[in-house]
């Protein structure tokens, strides 16, 4: 009994530490971090192969790198070691991880609701268009080759009066800005009202023909406009616009199938049953 209490205490233990590195690596990834980590491997490895060896001048030398490195390592990662404190303070440090897919969307509609906001402020005419299923490789060979990591900065510069790209519309495909300057299909419906200007249209000719989420920035007025499923939403604020987009982009969520979940419907069915 002893040793299976004992075998279970070590699992445990196992899987607590392995747990902590990942974390760990997860929030260092994509930092300067990772080669330092690496360099520490390395002299790890040399300091092995020394005592396999038995050099022992080198084990000296990797010896007082050990016995003096604590103290280099908590200086060198002070960043990294504070946001895992702070993470560790909000409680976020053992949360889950949102799947990639997700972070990238909230990130695109992130940066393209702050430089909506930034736009309207100041009335500056802006349209965007965001890519879903229907492909829009052919609008987006009308407009100039951009490829870039989207950014609210680089949105903003795009559509600032009386430069080379404002006139058109951008075009988004995932966390990507493939163009600017592109020129779309204006809508030919006779019922739309006759305030909205040329970018209204454009937004509404898209959303007509394809699955494309368009929004837009009125020149005159400044109100943010969304454009889906062939309709138009004006004035719309900075939240109900991130709730749009939001609703609009992100990938429905999957049902897990868990046995609570799985036993809750049976209980509700059988629930509706008597």
């Given at each position: 009994?002893?040793i299976f209490?004992?075998?279970?205490?070590?699992?445990?233990?196992?899987?607590?530490?392995?747990?902590?590195?990942?974390?760990?690596?997860?929030?260092?990834?994509?930092?300067r971090?990772?080669?330092?980590l690496?360099?520490?491997?390395?002299?790890?490895?040399?300091?092995?192969?020394?005592?396999?060896?038995?050099?022992?001048?080198?084990?000296?030398?990797?010896?007082?790198?050990?016995?003096?490195?604590?103290?280099?390592?908590?200086i060198i990662?002070?960043?990294?070691?504070?946001?895992?404190?702070?993470?560790?303070?909000?409680?976020?440090?053992?949360?889950?991880?949102?799947?990639?897919?997700?972070?990238a969307?909230?990130?695109?509609?992130?940066?393209?609701?702050?430089?909506?906001n930034?736009?309207?402020?100041?009335?500056?005419?802006?349209?965007?268009?965001?890519?879903?299923?229907?492909?829009?490789?052919?609008?987006?060979?009308?407009?100039?080759?951009?490829?870039?990591?989207i950014?609210?900065?680089?949105?903003?510069?795009?559509?600032?009066p009386?430069t080379?790209?404002?006139?058109?519309?951008?075009i988004?495909?995932?966390e990507q800005?493939?163009?600017?300057?592109?020129?779309?299909?204006?809508?030919?419906?006779?019922?739309?009202?006759?305030?909205?200007?040329?970018?209204?249209?454009?937004?509404?000719?898209m959303?007509?023909?394809?699955?494309?989420?368009?929004?837009?920035?009125?020149?005159?007025t400044?109100?943010?406009?969304?454009?889906?499923?062939?309709?138009?939403?004006?004035?719309?604020?900075?939240?109900?616009?991130?709730?749009?987009?939001?609703?609009?982009?992100?990938?429905?969520?999957?049902?897990?199938?868990?046995?609570?979940?799985?036993r809750?419907?049976?209980?509700?069915?059988?629930?509706?049953?008597?």
């Amino acid at each position: 009994m002893d040793i299976f209490v004992n075998m279970i205490d070590d699992l445990v233990d196992i899987l607590l530490v392995g747990f902590v590195i990942y974390r760990l690596l997860l929030l260092v990834r994509g930092t300067r971090a990772i080669q330092l980590l690496k360099g520490i491997m390395i002299i790890v490895f040399a300091w092995l192969l020394s005592s396999y060896f038995e050099l022992r001048t080198f084990q000296w030398l990797m010896n007082q790198a050990f016995t003096y490195g604590i103290l280099a390592i908590i200086i060198i990662f002070q960043p990294e070691l504070r946001r895992a404190l702070e993470q560790l303070g909000r409680g976020s440090f053992f949360s889950r991880t949102a799947h990639p897919e997700e972070q990238a969307i909230s990130h695109t509609i992130a940066e393209i609701v702050k430089a909506a906001n930034y736009l309207s402020k100041r009335r500056i005419g802006a349209l965007i268009v965001l890519e879903r299923d229907t492909g829009l490789t052919d609008y987006i060979e009308t407009g100039i080759s951009l490829n870039a990591s989207i950014s609210s900065e680089l949105l903003i510069n795009i559509f600032i009066p009386n430069t080379p790209l404002h006139d058109g519309a951008v075009i988004i495909r995932k966390e990507q800005i493939m163009a600017a300057g592109c020129y779309l299909p204006l809508s030919e419906n006779p019922f739309i009202s006759k305030e909205l200007g040329t970018r209204h249209r454009a937004a509404i000719g898209m959303a007509e023909i394809s699955d494309a989420v368009s929004v837009v920035v009125s020149e005159e007025t400044g109100q943010i406009s969304i454009s889906i499923n062939g309709q138009i939403e004006r004035g719309l604020t900075e939240e109900k616009l991130m709730n749009q987009l939001f609703t609009a982009l992100h990938p429905p969520v999957k049902n897990s199938g868990s046995f609570w979940s799985k036993r809750g419907n049976k209980d509700g069915q059988l629930a509706k049953k008597q």
